[in-house]
């Protein structure tokens, strides 16, 4: 210490030391919280920069340092914080969440989760989980069960698996057979009789049950018509008339399927066959309504008509006046909304047949959007529900009603089924064309399967001279229409869709006089046959070379009409009918001891004769088979002979128009498929040089189907083929000037290039019909059998391949037309992603909602444009734009937002005196009240929103 220090000064000087560390001033308590936070401060800062393994190591040591209380300290923060994932949801979610998380349980796993704690049995024993379950095996409870009773259906599944001989579907299939399996004898007539007095009983009391609502229901309410789909918590209080009529119907629908399940006993080795029965048919409206036959039932014709079909407005002009025709969207309708289009069509009666005019191949229907109708899904819920009530519409087989199904499903086995299955399920005869003839939809006008009558269904609904026209122009006149649809839709908008086709239909008749064509085509087309002959001949005397050609053209058509003159129509069923017809009536007019051996005379005649059908059936389809393909290579060798060698001589004699990788690009491939096609003709025909019934064409098709590589190339390439064909048009004057030269000519059939280019993609559509038409009349036993499948099999794979591609560039096409469409719109390419329908709605809004719901007065906002994808919803503005000294206008759409379908609650809204087709769109942010302008278009559109909505979660 210093002289000049004073020992106070020394003593605060002292104070100031610490224990361990000259930074850490115990007594100056601010000053040491302060150096505290800063030094934590440092620390997590350290620690942030440091690796997993240092801080590891820190920590460790950091605990190591602590004492009890500390560790328990950060055992019990560590306890706070995970306490909240172990809360049982059952006790947090509301119990309509927690009962929809338990109704995804089978009844053995709901009675191990009553196990866990008193809160699940509570929930697990709900009989809104249990009822589901007893139903779809016919199990009812004899009883109603008190509000207060608990568990009630619970005990009841449990008694009944305990005390029957309960097997699954997949067993009890195997041990009884297949529902609606028919019955034999007098046991099957006995049954119709029965259920149809219970018919009539039920729909007496139905009625009368009606008629007392009716004079029972208040004024000035609507009920509940209006929410056909969801229930509505703003809708007016009829709750016990509503439950009474509800209760009136399950307690029928119970009493007849209780009926008929205590006629089972009765039956022999016949299991189910009427467990569904086809007395208790609901309309598109999920009312129970009485279809009583009128008078003029035989002469009521419908028919549904897809808007995938192409050029469909010619097809609606096709229609006769006296047929009802109802065109629908393909996209954007559910099985439901068909049915409530079709129901609103008859009005009520009962059609003596109904046509359903749809895309579709040999083994399925493509009915609908997500709904593709084969052998695979035909016994799934809704569809089965879908066909069933579909066939309530129609007279039965008895009173001649029929369906025709306009799709090829009689060419292949799994057609057949199809049909078999239909026919069992509803009770009416459903029909299909057999055609086997190559070319779109020149299928409908050949033979049908399973009509009893003269008269074809082409007759019954169309006018067959306009129909024939259109099937022959189906490509030309779709893409024609689709220039006329985007004019003449403005002028049409107000009208309904099946008046406006027709007046589109009719239009084009009339401007392109194509009811004249037909009977001009086979004089074109010789016409056509002849000048190729005289560009390739190039005689002296054209005029006398033209006119021998034609004369030998004609002398050959004749013979070929004379021969074709003995091949006679045969059905197989009616065949089989006549046999035995005749069999009865050689046992009604022989002896006992003569009447085996005319009924084994007779027997070997049917078999001789259904063997003969077959063989010649099996020749038509070969022959088929042969004469498309030839067109098809004479269509490759087009593209080889008019375009892919004139431009490679030209770059060998160094007046190239194209460069050697440009022509690469483009015929390669179409080359490598025509080299393919070659061969497999070179074998066909061959091989039909001596053909007989014994002879197989499936290992041929087989070796051609192991070789399909070349096409899957082309696909892949096929974008890139018609981008460079496009390039060159427009950077190559030269090569513009020879398409310019060699586009529709005689030569190339009046088609361009990329029209050529279209053939392969058609062509496997082909193959897999008439393969599986060959399989349909190739016997069991035949050693061609196995051959047929495997090139079936192979196909089918490309097929598949092609439709995946297909699917992707039309998608990604129509999304990207949506975003020009829309202003502001986001990104809309992403993977899977499609549109489903688009709804224009008016946007409400309720100037007071204290008021009582019949009574709340609302006001139309603005317009919107709903456009339903499968996995969001887009909510756009509106807009119309007039256009200057033009009448027609036009729709513009701003986005406004979008709400994934799982986020989505949609709520109805019911009728009433202020306002109608109302409905509720609830996002997480916001909300829309929307009304549509007709009552139908409201109804389809929940319908798919709601089907939307059920797909996504699902997913």
């Not at 009485?290 to 002009?317: K, T």
Request: proline letters at 4%.
């Amino acid at each position: 210490m210093s002289a000049g220090e004073s020992p106070r000064k020394t003593l605060e000087i002292e104070s100031f030391h610490t224990r361990f560390s000259a930074w850490t001033p115990f007594n100056n308590k601010p000053l040491n919280r302060q150096l505290f936070q800063e030094r934590v401060a440092l620390v997590s800062h350290w620690f942030d920069l440091w690796t997993n393994k240092q801080r590891q190591e820190f920590l460790r040591t950091v605990f190591s340092r602590c004492t009890k209380s500390q560790l328990r300290c950060v055992q019990e923060w560590f306890a706070q914080r995970t306490e909240v994932a172990r809360v049982d949801f059952s006790t947090v979610f509301p119990r309509f969440i927690s009962l929809y998380i338990f109704s995804f349980l089978s009844p053995k796993d709901l009675c191990a989760a009553a196990q866990v704690s008193w809160p699940w049995k509570f929930l697990t024993e709900q009989d809104c989980l249990w009822r589901p379950k007893c139903v779809q095996f016919g199990w009812f409870l004899p009883y109603t069960p008190t509000g207060n009773e608990y568990g009630a259906w619970k005990h009841h599944y449990l008694a009944c698996v305990s005390h029957l001989d309960w097997l699954t579907p997949r067993e009890a299939a195997a041990v009884y057979g297949t529902l609606n399996e028919p019955t034999a004898g007098d046991e099957e007539v006995r049954e119709r009789q029965r259920e149809r007095c219970l018919r009539q009983i039920i729909w007496e009391k139905i009625t009368l049950r009606k008629k007392e609502l009716f004079k029972a229901r208040p004024p000035w309410v609507s009920g509940t018509g209006c929410s056909r789909l969801l229930r509505s918590r703003c809708q007016p209080r009829l709750s016990q008339t509503v439950r009474d009529r509800v209760g009136l119907h399950e307690a029928l629908e119970k009493q007849l399927v209780l009926a008929s399940l205590e006629a089972l006993p009765k039956r022999s080795n016949v299991s189910g066959s009427n467990s569904y029965p086809l007395l208790s048919k609901k309309n598109g409206r999920g009312v129970y309504k009485s279809y009583d036959c009128p008078s003029n039932a035989s002469q009521l014709h419908c028919i549904l008509i897809s808007s995938r079909i192409p050029a469909y407005e010619m097809v609606v002009d096709s229609v006769k006046a006296e047929v009802i025709s109802e065109v629908y969207e393909h996209c954007g309708l559910t099985l439901e909304s068909l049915l409530s289009l079709l129901e609103k069509a008859l009005g009520g009666q009962k059609a003596q047949s109904l046509g359903i005019f749809s895309d579709g191949d040999s083994r399925e229907i493509n009915l609908l959007q997500g709904y593709k109708i084969g052998i695979r899904n035909l016994l799934q819920p809704e569809v089965r529900d879908f066909w069933e009530k579909l066939g309530s519409y129609v007279a039965t087989e008895e009173e001649g009603g029929h369906v025709d199904l306009f799709v090829p499903l009689a060419a292949s086995e799994a057609g057949v089924e199809v049909l078999s299955q239909l026919s069992q399920l509803t009770g009416t005869l459903f029909t299909a064309p057999t055609g086997i003839a190559t070319g779109s939809y020149q299928h409908i006008l050949s033979d049908w399967l399973g009509l009893h009558q003269e008269k074809a269904p082409v007759s019954i609904y169309f006018i067959e001279s306009k129909l024939q026209t259109w099937s022959s122009l189906t490509d030309s006149l779709e893409d024609t229409l689709k220039l006329v649809r985007k004019q003449l839709r403005p002028v049409f908008m107000d009208l309904q869709r099946r008046i406006y086709g027709r007046m589109i239909g009719q239009f084009m008749f009339d401007t392109m006089s194509t009811v004249n064509i037909l009977m001009h085509q086979e004089t074109t087309q010789a016409l056509a046959d002849g000048l190729m002959g005289l560009s390739e001949e190039n005689p002296d005397n054209p005029l006398e070379f033209l006119s021998s050609f034609l004369l030998k053209k004609c002398t050959k058509k004749n013979k070929d009409c004379e021969g074709n003159s003995t091949w006679t129509k045969c059905d197989p069923k009616s065949t089989l009918s006549l046999f035995l017809k005749e069999i009865n009536d050689v046992g009604d007019t022989k002896s006992s001891g003569r009447k085996g051996d005319g009924h084994v005379e007779l027997l070997v005649k049917l078999e001789r004769k259904l063997q003969k059908d077959s063989a010649e059936k099996r020749t038509r389809v070969v022959q088929e088979l042969f004469q498309s393909e030839r067109k098809y290579v004479q269509m490759l060798e087009i593209v080889r002979d008019v375009y892919a060698t004139p431009l490679k001589a030209a770059l060998s004699s160094n007046r190239a128009v194209l460069s050697a990788a440009n022509i690469q690009i483009i015929f390669s491939d179409i080359l490598q498929i025509l080299s393919l096609n070659r061969q497999f003709l070179h074998n066909l025909r061959d091989r039909l040089q001596e053909w007989g019934p014994a002879h197989c064409v499936g290992e041929i098709c087989t070796k051609f189907a192991s070789q399909l590589n070349t096409y899957t190339n082309f696909f892949n390439n096929y974008s890139v083929v018609l981008k460079t064909i496009e390039k060159c048009r427009e950077m190559i004057p030269a090569f513009r000037a020879f398409l310019k030269r060699h586009d529709k000519t005689i030569v190339t059939q009046m088609q361009s290039l990329p029209e050529l280019l279209l053939h392969p993609s058609r062509r496997l559509g082909e193959y897999m019909n008439l393969l599986y038409a060959l399989r349909l009349h190739t016997p069991a036993e035949h050693v061609d059998r196995e051959d047929l499948t495997t090139a079936i099999d192979r196909i089918k794979q490309h097929k598949g391949y092609l439709e995946q591609v297909k699917q992707r560039i039309s998608r990604r096409d129509q999304l990207s037309d949506l975003q020009r469409l829309i202003w502001g719109c986001p990104t809309l390419s992403e993977v899977n992603r499609y549109l489903i329908r688009v709804q224009d709605v008016a946007q409400l809004h309720c100037l007071d909602e204290e008021v009582i719901f019949s009574l709340r007065l609302y006001e139309h906002v603005r317009d919107l444009g709903l456009f339903l994808f499968n996995d969001a919803l887009m909510v756009s503005r509106r807009g119309t734009s007039h256009i200057p000294f033009d009448r027609t206008s036009k729709n513009t759409y701003q986005f406004i937002a979008a709400v994934a379908l799982h986020k989505l609650l949609v709520e109805d809204i019911p009728d009433s005196k202020y306002v109608k087709n109302a409905f509720i769109l609830q996002g997480p942010k916001e909300e829309w009240l929307c009304a549509t302008e007709v009552e139908d278009e409201k109804f389809q559109w929940l319908s798919a929103l709601q089907s939307a909505i059920r797909s996504s979660m699902e997913k």
